[in-house]
């Protein structure tokens, strides 16, 4: 993607809670790939889940899953039954026949008891 | 080795040093990724290296910054000169394929460089 945009700069959620994080996209290619990340506060990264733009069945992943829309250029993160661990933040990127992934600015989720 | 490792973890240095920052990737990840994370920002992409070249250098901003790679493997960042706008956490990424092949990145747990 070539520019990817996250609205929410800090969101909330309480313990076993569901919490959706929004991303938006643009892009003018026709393959691409749309992806989160999550940054603990090790720094780390590590990938949540993926989404290839061909497939129309949302990718899961256990607890994580994405509600895609490609008209509307979206690609929304839910994430169900939260859990402490999942403290962090959570960046959308997209990436097609360029050689990189294009981040947006990230949301800083947190997890309350 | 088993991840990505960086080095050094932090980096505190004075305004116009020159600085190295480097990254040994996953054994057998012909691609690697520098990425620069500014405060508050997203990630900054830097610099792609596909084997020992660097088919896409874009987002290098200036001239003071250079990367090479040298047997496939570890990659050095160079900052000559620093300046504090330089300060921010770097990031390496490696992926067994070209992004556009929907590798998968793995990342480092970065480098803080703080220029005072």
């Known amino acids: 993607a070539q520019t990817v945009t996250q609205s929410q700069p800090e969101m909330s959620v309480q313990e076993a809670e569901t919490v959706t994080l929004s991303c938006t996209y643009d892009t003018s290619e026709s393959n691409y790939y749309l992806f989160w990340y999550k940054q603990p506060p090790s720094r780390q990264m590590i990938l949540v889940i993926r989404q290839e733009a061909y497939k129309q069945q949302n990718a899961t992943e256990n607890r994580f899953s994405v509600n895609f829309q490609k008209a509307a250029k979206s690609f929304s993160l839910k994430i169900s039954d939260s859990q402490l661990g999942d403290t962090a933040m959570y960046f959308c990127?997209?990436?097609?026949?360029?050689?990189?992934?294009?981040f947006g600015t990230g949301t800083r989720l947190q997890v309350t008891l | 080795g088993a991840g990505v490792s960086q080095s050094p973890s932090n980096k505190v240095t004075e305004k116009g040093k020159d600085v190295e920052l480097r990254c040994d990737p996953i054994s057998g990840h012909t691609a690697l990724y520098w990425y620069r994370q500014s405060l508050g920002q997203g990630l900054e992409f830097l610099i792609y290296?596909?084997?020992?070249?660097?088919?896409?250098k874009s987002g290098l901003p200036s001239d003071r910054f250079s990367a090479e790679r040298t047997g496939g493997s570890v990659s050095t960042l160079t900052i000559q000169r620093t300046q504090q706008e330089d300060s921010a956490v770097y990031l390496c990424a490696s992926s067994l394929r070209a992004l556009f092949n929907t590798g998968e990145l793995f990342f480092g747990e970065g480098s803080r460089l703080t220029v005072l």
């Open positions: 990127a997209g990436g097609g026949t360029a050689s990189k992934l294009t």
């Open positions: 290296f596909q084997g020992n070249s660097a088919p896409d």
